[in-house]
């Protein structure tokens, strides 16, 4: 039985991406944040009378599962990027390759690094909590929609790669969304109004965001009421960012290097 | 538009890149199966502007383009599942040299137990055993160029692109895969060629066309294409000792209907008549007084048919189009 083209080109892609550095971005980095603001704002939190750091470590676990979307995006963005440098971009698409099954290729292999990140980092939480509870519902709910927000920051990291022309400009890029993305959702913290209001903003469409509520909100039993229209709109997002992604890319010159 | 035996054909075939200069200016050239077609030219020249249309990575802005009797507009996919193409440039994932191997044979889909037996015959034929645990971006140059080409031949094919292919390997190791070349035509693939190098295209192409500014100036079986623009033979001149400039200055005002270039000490002399030239010359060289080191006449190359055809100002272009 043939295999299917995209199934070849994620195999390549899990192939040549699982090195230490890779490794180091998708699983260590996040993992960093859940030992070291887990314990840390965990301590300060019980420290100015709140709950113990366990009960924080519960709060942020699901955030930093949402943030592996966010990491395995960057990851499919520079694949890309990786591949035009590299001459592998041309090379692949003078193979028996449609430019959309390349694009494809990418995409699952960022769901799947979202996926297979969010899952080390619940089992990192079970192993340093010592116990995690979350219905089989609850953890379906987490992981649809960390595959939808590897998807949606999938495609943003790859809409970017096909625009930005100069591989220092996209690591700056992809450095500030990070950076940006991150600390302006609900991973670390709750959304509060007491924050100033262009932050509020920043909070309020930053699709990690929603991300993060949704998977919280299953850990929890519950979806909280905004989303109700923050998953929706995630996936309108995504299908756009998806659709853009696309265009530029296929009309983009690939050149021999 | 395709005749019969033509594996590739192009007729009046465009491309532009900016709407305003043409890389590709009116090419027409058709390649047989089994055929080495060599595509000869400066840097700059559309080259591999033409490699990229001919393996459909662009679009042509017009012309007729047929690919093993396909479209390329419509049934691009299918073409390439009928084609290898080794770039000039460097393209590989980071692996080692067999997973470089291993991972182009999967995205093949060239079964396991094919795919691992023509790894271990790739690499012992073009002696990478050495190297074949390394990591393909460590390796020198001319290695990295083997891993390449031999890369390519995992799979099966109808029509293999070289585009300048034997960039950075040493003597021994391009004869050999030029000869490797050669000997897989004879089983029915048809190759296309681009180099520099006129020596190889020489060797080893049963056509060239001459590419020049995205125009072909010249096409025919190298042979012919001596014969056409070298119709004068080429007597060689060096001198020792004596006036070389006034030498070469009086044979340029006496020698009537010859085309003299000198440099120093050294000249070569375009004639029709190279027997009668070289009485000539030795007669004036005695009258001047000047002393003679070499000469020779020899036979026509590629390399003049180059010359007279793209005009030898010997400058180029940095990059591709």
């Not at chain 2, 137990?113 to 034929?125: M, N, W, Y």
Request: aromatic content about 8%; proline content about 3%.
């Amino acid at each position: 039985m043939a295999v299917p083209s995209i199934v070849k080109l994620m195999y390549r892609n899990v192939k040549v991406n699982v090195d230490p550095g890779t490794l180091i971005i998708l699983i260590g980095l996040p993992a960093m944040y859940l030992v070291f603001f887990g314990f840390g704002f965990g301590a300060q939190i019980e420290a100015a009378g709140g709950a113990s750091p366990a009960s924080y470590l519960t709060f942020l676990t699901p955030g930093i599962m949402s943030f592996q979307a966010v990491m395995a995006g960057t990851v499919g963005g520079s694949m890309l990027w990786a591949d035009r440098r590299w001459g592998m971009l041309a090379q692949i698409l003078v193979g028996p390759f449609t430019r959309l099954q390349y694009l494809l290729g990418i995409m699952f292999t960022s769901l799947l690094f979202g996926i297979a990140g969010a899952f080390v980092m619940l089992v990192g939480a079970f192993l340093i909590i010592g116990s995690l509870h979350v219905t089989l519902l609850g953890a379906m709910t987490a992981f649809g929609v960390i595959a939808i927000g590897s998807i949606f920051f999938g495609s943003l990291m790859l809409l970017i790669s096909g625009l930005v022309k100069s591989n220092n400009a996209y690591n700056s890029i992809q450095i500030l969304v990070i950076f940006v993305v991150n600390f302006a959702s609900t991973v670390f913290y709750s959304f509060s109004s007491a924050l100033p209001l262009p932050l509020q903003v920043l909070f309020e469409i930053n699709p990690l965001t929603y991300v993060a509520n949704a998977a919280r909100g299953g850990f929890e039993g519950a979806l909280p009421a905004a989303s109700a229209w923050q998953v929706p709109l995630l996936v309108i997002e995504t299908i756009v960012v998806l659709a853009l992604a696309t265009r530029v890319y296929v009309r983009s010159e690939i050149s021999f290097v | 538009m395709a005749g019969q035996g033509e594996i590739i054909a192009v007729e009046n075939l465009k491309h532009t890149y900016d709407g305003k200069q043409y890389a590709l200016d009116g090419l027409t050239f058709s390649v047989r199966k089994g055929e080495i077609f060599g595509l000869l030219g400066k840097n700059g020249a559309g080259k591999t502007t033409l490699i990229k249309a001919l393996t459909t990575l662009i679009k042509p802005t017009s012309g007729g383009l047929r690919i093993l009797g396909l479209d390329p507009r419509h049934d691009g996919k299918e073409i390439r599942t009928r084609i290898g193409v080794v770039q000039q440039g460097e393209s590989f994932d980071f692996a080692t040299v067999e997973g470089n191997f291993d991972i182009y044979g999967v995205l093949w889909g060239v079964p396991k137990s094919v795919r691992l037996q023509r790894r271990e015959e790739l690499i012992k034929a073009f002696g990478l055993q050495d190297v074949r645990k390394h990591r393909a971006f460590d390796l020198s140059g001319g290695q990295k160029r083997r891993v390449q080409v031999a890369r390519e031949l995992m799979h099966d094919m109808d029509i293999l692109f070289l585009d300048e292919p034997t960039t950075g390997l040493d003597v021994i190791m391009r004869r050999e895969l030029l000869d490797s070349v050669r000997e897989r035509t004879r089983q029915g693939l048809t190759v296309v060629f681009t180099t520099h190098n006129l020596e190889e295209a020489d060797y080893v192409c049963d056509r060239v066309a001459v590419v020049d500014q995205g125009k072909i100036l010249a096409m025919d079986t190298v042979e012919n294409l001596k014969r056409l623009y070298g119709g004068k033979k080429t007597v060689e001149v060096t001198l020792s000792g004596g006036d070389a400039a006034g030498f070469f200055g009086a044979l340029r005002e006496k020698l009537a209907g010859c085309d003299v270039k000198s440099d120093g000490n050294s000249g070569v002399i375009l004639t029709d008549d190279p027997k009668g030239t070289l009485q000539r010359v030795l007669e004036m060289s005695q009258a001047a007084g000047v002393q003679m080191d070499w000469l020779n006449i020899r036979k026509n190359t590629l390399e003049d048919v180059f010359i007279s055809s793209v005009g030898g100002t010997g400058r180029e272009n940095n990059g591709s189009t």
